[in-house]
């Protein structure tokens, strides 16, 4: 397996800055796949089976409509300006459709996939996205976490603010919803900070410290179906999980590089049989886990072809089993299919 290795220093800064400053070598052009991919490899029961990858919203089926194609031609752009350049969260809302932030070109993206629509904000009313790097979609209403601005803010399809949320907020760098909850990944005051979905503050968790409980550097944050709160402690190299309201369950992995640890770990995501799946940006692959803390499945490598990463971030699970990663150097979304037994 091919592994990058940095620095602390350099990884400090990666961690809070969505890995903007890594130096790091493109990978080679993707070879021609030939037959599925899944893994594990044959002859073992296959469990993860490659689907597609999106560079842009014309790959989800979206149609680009008259006044675009116009807008396109006047201005020379193409409908290459809407293609990602570093897409980096990731999430499904409750219906499956899918939401993005693009920290390359700093907006946000949601792919309606029943009406094959896309919708794209640079910002909201007056306040214009600087490093958004999170989202969420509940009862038609979106939430973005902008690192750069240190807020959350809430809109609904038509662009109206409908929260500005900041209240203690130093570098929020992941969200996710749960039950009537939202909970915010807080990488530079290093805890989880709680809300309702209206944006009033309800309580926080954690505090900086590599004790059980207590984080260095939480980047990223989801919820399982059964409520539970799964949180990535970047800088300790391992995943935390605790209950709706905070408390502690259990830890999950080290920091390390054998299989089962972590180098950077990153976006996580739960499936409704309780797998865990975390992506870590140091390795470029994709690690699964049951609740317990054992390892199930690993998969992806260094590179640009089908199954591998580049610095891959958000990973988000659909309620039928898609799991999405934001390859986000190699500029797409890749999108797998769990195809094993529970």
């Known amino acids: 397996?091919?592994?990058?290795?940095?620095?602390?220093?350099?990884?400090?800064?990666?961690?809070?800055?969505?890995?903007?400053?890594?130096?790091?070598?493109?990978?080679?052009?993707?070879?021609?796949?030939?037959?599925?991919?899944?893994?594990?490899?044959?002859?073992?029961?296959?469990?993860?089976?490659?689907?597609?990858?999106?560079?842009?919203?014309?790959?989800?089926?979206?149609?680009v409509s008259r006044w675009r194609r116009l807008v396109h031609w006047v201005t020379g752009l193409g409908g290459k300006s809407e293609n990602f350049i570093k897409p980096f969260g990731v999430a499904f809302d409750e219906d499956d459709n899918i939401c993005l932030t693009d920290t390359g070109a700093g907006v946000v993206v949601f792919i309606d996939r029943r009406a094959r629509s896309c919708q794209r904000w640079a910002g909201v009313g007056r306040l214009r996205f600087v490093l958004p790097v999170a989202v969420a979609r509940a009862r038609g209403v979106f939430y973005v976490a902008d690192a750069s601005l240190k807020t959350v803010v809430a809109f609904d399809s038509r662009g109206r603010l409908l929260a500005d949320i900041r209240q203690g907020l130093e570098r929020p760098a992941g969200l996710a919803l749960g039950g009537d909850r939202l909970y915010v990944a807080d990488a530079v005051a290093h805890n989880i900070a709680v809300f309702d979905h209206a944006g009033k503050f309800l309580f926080r968790f954690g505090r900086r410290g590599t004790a059980p409980g207590e984080f260095n550097c939480p980047t990223h944050v989801a919820t399982d179906a059964q409520g539970r709160?799964?949180?990535?402690?970047?800088?300790?190299?391992r995943l935390q999980l605790f209950t709706a309201d905070g408390m502690l369950l259990g830890v999950i992995s080290s920091a390390g590089d054998r299989p089962g640890q972590f180098g950077r770990p990153k976006g996580l995501a739960a499936d409704r049989f309780g797998h865990i799946y975390a992506a870590d940006a140091l390795f470029d692959h994709i690690q699964v886990f049951d609740d317990a803390g054992r390892l199930l499945l690993t998969w992806g490598a260094t590179g640009a072809a089908p199954g591998e990463f580049w610095l891959p971030e958000g990973v988000a699970i659909s309620r039928a089993n898609e799991i999405l990663v934001a390859d986000s150097y190699n500029q797409r979304v890749q999108m797998f299919n769990y195809i094993g037994a529970p």
Do not use: K, Q
Request: aromatic share 6%.
């Open 1 to 63: 397996m091919n592994r990058h290795r940095i620095g602390f220093g350099t990884m400090m800064v990666a961690v809070l800055l969505g890995a903007a400053s890594c130096t790091v070598t493109r990978p080679p052009p993707p070879a021609a796949a030939s037959g599925p991919i899944v893994w594990p490899s044959p002859p073992a029961e296959p469990r993860i089976a490659y689907a597609r990858s999106f560079t842009g919203p014309a790959d989800f089926g979206v149609a």
């Open 229 to 237: 709160v799964l949180v990535t402690d970047a800088m300790n190299g």
